[in-house]
Structures are given as C-alpha cells and as structure tokens.
C-alpha cells in the first residue's frame, strides 16, 4: 500500500494496478460513502483505506461497514430486478454511450485524466 515515486497513491486492488480509471472510480465511490454516513469511527476507516492505511478487503470485513452497505446494495439489486429488459437495455446503452464520448473526450484532448472529467 505504498505511494510510487510519483506521489500517485497504490491501487486499492491490485488488479487495478493498469487502470487507474477503475482505481478513480472505487475511489470516488468510497469518498461518496463516506460523506452519506455520520458514523465517525466508519468515515476513518474508509479514509483509511483511501489514504492506503488500511486494505479495502479489512473494510470489506468490518460489521460496521457491512451494515451501512447491505441496504445500499438490497435497494440497488431491488430496483433493478423489477426493471423489465427494454429499461435494462436502454441503461446499459446509454452507459456505453457515456463511456464512449468520455473515451473520445480523452483522446482528444490527449490526457487520459480528461476521461474522468465530469462534466456529463
């Protein structure tokens, strides 16, 4: 869990350790996990792992973020279950979409960092 010589904090899993992308993206997501909870002892060990004091798998674990997560996640799989196919379909289009203009975006720009730009 250490920084390279870039100051570019470790990937959070090591299979992300060639696609920063998905690394920015768990990352965001954590951030955005952390600031929906006023549980303070679970926003330190989210920072934790963030900030590569802790293992992503050691949160994972924890009761507490267990507890947070599980109705996040029921509501989710709960919502798409009772979408019908055409809805589905339409989501994932739409998300390729997204994924694609981004991919142009970025080449064009040059950067990859412009990929994770939100301005969508």
Same mark, same amino acid.
């Given at each position: 869990?250490?920084?390279?010589s870039t100051?570019q904090p ?5 299979? *992300? ?47 507490? *973020?267990?507890? *947070? ?7 989710t799989f ?37 990929? *994770?730009?939100?301005?969508?």
């Amino acid at each position: 869990m250490t920084a390279d010589s870039t100051d570019q904090p470790a990937p959070l899993l090591p299979t *992300f350790a060639n696609n920063p992308g998905a690394d920015y993206r768990l990352r965001r997501s954590l951030g955005r996990l952390r600031d929906q909870t006023s549980n303070e002892s679970l926003r330190r060990k989210i920072n934790d792992v963030l900030e590569g004091r802790s293992t992503l798998r050691a949160l994972s674990d924890d009761p507490e *973020f267990q507890e *947070f997560t599980r109705p996040r996640a029921q509501r989710t799989f709960s919502v798409w279950s009772r979408m019908d196919q055409a809805d589905k379909d339409k989501l994932v289009e739409e998300a390729q979409a997204q994924h694609e203009a981004r991919l142009a975006r970025a080449k064009a720009a040059g950067s990859r960092d412009a990929y *994770f730009d939100d301005n969508e």
